[in-house]
């Protein structure tokens, strides 16, 4: 089979391996079509703390069921599914709380083992979701980014009575947008971002009203409008970032962070405090695939909306050259095997 391998960094290769067989629980995935996240190309530039090279990168990848392992029934074979790349041991702490995203032995496909950047997957047979025939391929390779969205607003409960703000109109705030508007039905959404062509994206999204904050200070913008939002996502995830979010925030409000940054940034107990504020972070999914996939029925959310580029796999590499350089023009490339 041919994989898109990361070689060690900044060297990416298509290379010919043998096919993985299926261990004992597992299932192997003939992989048709995949997405291009940021993750992938940090793996590529080697700024990503977790990866280990070579790895074959891609973690939201779709196609069906070809091969089954041990203690898997056989009539899983030609199921149509996408895969949750969050391998979890399913007996420590954080996965007896149901937190498995955040498992002691957390293995994500595409990081810490291969992915889905490959003719063929393989990955334990409860991470491969059945999806409706009604929801087309390219579609349903969106379910992964919007677990994403899904998993930071299951922990946040956003309501009718919300101002959001979200920093970051790429596709992890476009994700959001979608899913607080389609799902949740907040009261309205502000999107800032420092890219006009991306604030255009966001009102396409479902944004009310976007602020671009290149040259403004958002804080001014929003009291000028007599805006508090009540719920506040970082999608941008710069380190200056949660202070300000902070500074701006009503009472009583909630605030989501999602980034991986290891810079400090300097917040104060007083700011936090004097407002009872609610600081929540999200990593990946804890199994949120059902619950994307059924908001993907009943057309709560348009993943059609974000997919900008398809190429075949054998031009990945200009496939990931666009995706990082041209931010103005790309929300999600997929690649189709
Ligand atoms: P992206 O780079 O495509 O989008 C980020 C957007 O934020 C860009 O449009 C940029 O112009 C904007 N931005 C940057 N600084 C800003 C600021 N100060 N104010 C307003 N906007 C600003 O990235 P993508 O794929 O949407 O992901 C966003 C972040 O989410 C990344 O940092 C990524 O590492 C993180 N992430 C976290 C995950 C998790 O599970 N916790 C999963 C996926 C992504
Ligand atoms: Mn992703
Ligand atoms: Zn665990």
């Known amino acids: 089979m041919k994989s898109v391998t990361?070689?060690?960094?900044?060297?990416l290769v298509i290379e010919e391996r043998s096919a993985p067989q299926p261990l004992p629980g597992e299932v192997r995935i003939r992989v048709t079509c995949a997405g291009i996240c940021g993750s992938d190309v940090h793996i590529y530039r080697g700024h990503n703390p977790f990866a280990k090279y070579p790895r074959v990168i891609g973690h939201e990848f779709f196609g069906l069921i070809d091969a089954v392992g041990e203690g898997v029934e056989k009539?899983?074979?030609?199921?149509?599914?996408?895969?949750?790349?969050?391998?979890?041991?399913?007996?420590?702490?954080?996965?007896?709380?149901?937190?498995?995203?955040?498992?002691?032995?957390?293995?994500?496909?595409?990081?810490?083992?291969d992915g889905g950047f490959s003719e063929y997957v393989t990955l334990p047979a409860k991470n491969a979701h059945v999806v409706p025939d009604s929801i087309p391929d390219n579609e349903a390779t969106m379910v992964e980014p919007f677990t994403i969205a899904a998993n930071i607003c299951s922990q946040m409960k956003?309501?009718?009575?919300?101002?959001v703000l979200i920093y970051g109109a790429g596709p992890m705030g476009l994700t959001s947008i979608q899913v607080l508007r389609g799902v949740y039905g907040?009261?309205?959404?502000?999107?800032?971002?420092?890219?006009?062509?991306?604030?255009?994206?966001?009102?396409?999204?479902?944004?009310?009203?976007?602020?671009?904050?290149?040259?403004?200070?958002?804080?001014?913008?929003?009291?000028?409008?007599?805006?508090?939002?009540?719920?506040?996502?970082?999608?941008?995830?710069?380190?200056?970032?949660?202070?300000?979010?902070?500074?701006?925030?009503?009472?009583?409000?909630?605030i989501g962070i999602m980034g991986f940054s290891s810079e400090a940034c300097v917040i104060s107990q007083q700011a936090i405090t004097s407002k009872e504020l609610t600081?929540?972070?999200?990593?990946?999914?804890?199994?949120?695939?059902?619950?994307?996939?059924?908001?993907?029925t009943e057309r709560k959310i348009q993943p059609e909306k974000l997919i900008t580029h398809q190429f075949p796999y054998t031009q990945v590499l200009d496939a990931m050259e666009l995706f990082e350089k041209d931010q103005k023009q790309c929300c999600k490339v997929l690649l189709k095997f």
């Open 6 to 11: 990361i070689q060690q960094p900044e060297k």
């Open 75 to 113: 009539s899983r074979i030609g199921e149509r599914v996408v895969g949750d790349p969050v391998v979890s041991c399913g007996h420590c702490y954080p996965c007896a709380v149901g937190r498995p995203n955040v498992c002691a032995e957390l293995q994500v496909i595409g990081v810490h083992r």
């Open 279 to 296: 600081i929540f972070s999200s990593r990946l999914n804890s199994n949120r695939f059902p619950l994307v996939i059924s908001w993907m």
């Open 186 to 254: 907040v009261k309205e959404i502000i999107v800032a971002d420092r890219i006009d062509e991306r604030l255009s994206m966001a009102k396409a999204n479902g944004a009310d009203r976007v602020i671009n904050n290149a040259n403004s200070d958002l804080k001014t913008e929003l009291d000028a409008l007599g805006i508090r939002p009540t719920l506040i996502i970082d999608a941008a995830c710069h380190p200056s970032i949660l202070p300000e979010a902070i500074s701006l925030a009503s009472p009583a409000a909630r």
């Open 158 to 163: 956003p309501g009718p009575l919300d101002t």
